[in-house]
């Protein structure tokens, strides 16, 4: 297999692991990360993943990345993107896969930040230097990679104000078995995230829940 370009992860949790086992999959060198340095139990688990898997810290996964896929809690984004350093994501291609999400209330929770303010354009107004695409934000982890549904090939919307960003986030999408929706620059990440909210709703209020579904924009035939 062709090795593919080397992918920082900044997160370890299960978006993270479930999108750094598909880039592996395909054939991506991938470094998923903690704050400091790999956990004890982080470094079992990319040694278990094979050779195009290992563990570092946000820092030396941003440094790692050509292209950097943020997969942390929402509300602790930009944070943890000041720790990773912001020089080592300057002129990369910058994964959104993160919402706003606000717990302090339990769950379901609550979407935080609105138009002109959402968690994508945050992000963008603080990498000034990087190209950020809001993508994976609208499904769950367990079907973010080679997702097998009754109705086809499911949809990812994206959006981002580089052009060639998103033609590379829609490669990856692809051979992650999903469509890409382009639905224009970055100032449309609010109403993804608040379609991120949609996804969790259904599946929270669903009998039993769903947390296995995706998105697909149907087109008329008539």
Not at 18 to 30: E, I, K, Q, R, S
Not at 196 to 219: E, Y
Request: with cysteine.
């Amino acid at each position: 297999m062709k090795t593919g370009v080397k992918v920082g992860v900044i997160g370890s949790g299960e978006v993270a692991r479930a999108l750094t086992l598909g880039f592996a999959a395909t054939g991506h060198p991938v470094m998923l990360s903690n704050r400091e340095k790999p956990s004890d139990e982080l470094v079992l688990w990319t040694k278990a993943q094979g050779d195009l898997v290992q563990g570092g810290s946000f820092s030396e996964a941003a440094r790692f990345g050509e292209t950097i896929v943020i997969a942390t809690l929402g509300l602790a984004t930009e944070q943890a993107i000041k720790k990773a350093g912001l020089d080592h994501f300057t002129d990369k291609v910058v994964m959104d896969a993160t919402n706003p999400l606000d717990f302090s209330k339990g769950f379901p929770p609550l979407l935080a930040g609105q138009v002109g303010d959402s968690g994508g354009e945050r992000i963008q107004r603080l990498l000034t230097k990087s190209q950020v695409v809001k993508v994976f934000n609208t499904v769950g982890n367990k079907v973010m990679f080679k997702p097998r549904f009754e109705g086809g090939r499911p949809d990812m919307f994206i959006c981002g104000d580089d052009s060639a960003a998103k033609r590379h986030c829609t490669h990856i999408l692809d051979s992650f078995g999903w469509n890409a929706v382009d639905v224009g620059g970055i100032n449309s990440c609010h109403y993804l995230e608040a379609m991120a909210m949609i996804w969790i709703l259904s599946a929270t209020f669903a009998q039993p829940q769903r947390w296995d579904q995706a998105f697909k924009m149907l087109k008329h035939t008539g």
